[in-house]
């Protein structure tokens, strides 16, 4: 399949004859080199059809409005994983699916089921729980940074990133320390199903999947047995009325659900934001003069990112965006790494702007009913880390090129090689 579609990534998307424009190929955000594609979109068929790509037909919805239109509006705009689900490549089920790799979870559910298991995890993340696991990601983040090499070069995002949203996870799970490399290694699987540098066959990486599974099934049983219900999240799930009879690959699908949720979007958030300072210096100095900054820099650095690149919706009926007529059962793309730049609703939107007024006004989390339900962790963990990080270290220098992932789904920087300075 790569080879069959493979492109010139460096080919000008403005030498591209409009219809054949297909910002979706995975190759092009492995290069990141996806962003002037959007750009020219945005300007010239800001709701834009592709036909002839590795994803077959779709939309592609590149303008910030357009985006919140669709988002918002669930009754015409399905998730179902049965109608094609949330990403690129989700086809229609016409007949029952092959349950080694049909994996249902809430995100690719509509009302009413995605809202009743949505419910069963959402007290995890209420204020007075976040409150709570404040001093412990922050005492983790301390100890992560402690440990880094001084003036050596190595890898932020396995040494960082990686290792404190592992950490919060297995917490939020209530599994040992030492499994979160598993979680980890579940999480990266999920994004390189389709990628044969991996696994030579999707076939091969669902295999891998089902050891996730094999190893939650003892942590359901676990939890089960208890006599005091937990307050961890499979707990939430073993005692919830709408997820405590999930078949086996329905519980998989929401597990990996939480574990990419949980994992993926906060890791590369992390990363993002220390190349991204490293790219606008004055930014960093707005930093140094004033941490009280944080906050919104947090906002600003998810917005930049984008770390979960697009979500997909099939038009259940008929419908029109900015005049353009999609048909019942098109697949229809939300770019949110194009939305989060579109200059027309954001000021100055391809600049890294860390006091930037209004941060927190981007797509990156989603709208609607399906926003994200963690989004406060994430927020969280991005904020103390760059607290403990400014207590610590003058600078956390980049000193190489970085690596992207392979995905047009997850926005993801795979190797970020860096050297940290001492104040």
Not at 218 to 232: H, L, N
Not at 297 to 303: G, Q
Not at 354 to 359: F, K, M, P, V
């Amino acid at each position: 399949m790569a080879a069959q579609w493979k492109i010139d990534v460096n080919r000008d998307p403005y030498d591209i004859p409009l219809a054949e424009l297909d910002p979706g190929h995975d190759d092009l955000f492995a290069a990141n080199k996806m962003l002037p594609y959007f750009e020219r979109l945005r300007a010239e068929d800001p709701v834009h059809l592709s036909e002839s790509g590795p994803y077959g037909r779709y939309w592609s919805i590149t303008k910030y409005d357009d985006i919140m239109h669709v988002d918002t509006n669930h009754k015409v705009f399905s998730s179902d994983i049965r109608n094609g689900g949330i990403r690129l490549g989700g086809q229609r089920l016409e007949s029952e699916p092959d349950p080694l790799t049909h994996l249902p979870m809430f995100i690719m559910e509509d009302p009413p089921k995605h809202d009743e298991q949505r419910k069963a995890v959402q007290p995890m993340f209420q204020p007075q729980n976040l409150l709570s696991l404040e001093p412990l990601i922050r005492e983790r983040a301390g100890l992560i940074l402690d440990e880094l090499p001084r003036g050596k070069e190595f890898n932020w995002v396995r040494e960082v990133s990686v290792e404190l949203t592992g950490r919060t996870l297995a917490t939020l799970f209530d599994v040992p320390q030492e499994d979160r490399h598993e979680l980890i290694h579940w999480s990266d699987t999920v994004e390189r199903l389709g990628d044969p540098e991996y696994f030579e066959t999707p076939e091969a990486g669902f295999m891998e999947l089902w050891k996730c599974w094999e190893y939650f099934d003892a942590v359901w049983k676990e939890r089960q047995s208890r006599k005091v219900p937990g307050t961890d999240l499979i707990s939430m799930l073993v005692h919830s009325p709408s997820t405590k009879d999930m078949s086996p690959n329905e519980y998989l699908g929401n597990m990996l659900l939480l574990i990419v949720g949980g994992n993926d979007t906060t890791r590369n958030s992390i990363t993002g934001g220390v190349l991204a300072l490293n790219q606008n210096p004055g930014e960093y100095k707005k930093l140094h003069d004033n941490p009280d900054i944080i906050p919104n820099m947090v906002s600003e650095i998810i917005r930049y990112q984008s770390p979960v690149a697009h979500m997909c919706r099939t038009a259940l009926e008929d419908t029109e965006i900015r005049g353009r007529k999609i048909r019942k059962w098109d697949k229809v793309a939300m770019w949110y790494v194009s939305g989060n730049r579109d200059d027309e609703k954001i000021h100055r939107a391809n600049e890294f702007l860390i006091d930037r007024e209004g941060a927190r006004h981007h797509l990156s989390f989603g709208f609607g009913i399906h926003r994200c339900v963690g989004n406060r962790v994430g927020e969280m963990q991005l904020r103390i880390l760059w607290e403990e990080i400014q207590k610590r270290f003058k600078k956390v220098e980049v000193v190489g090129e970085p690596k992207y992932l392979r995905s047009n789904f997850i926005r993801g920087i795979t190797e970020l090689p860096v050297i940290v300075h001492s104040h």
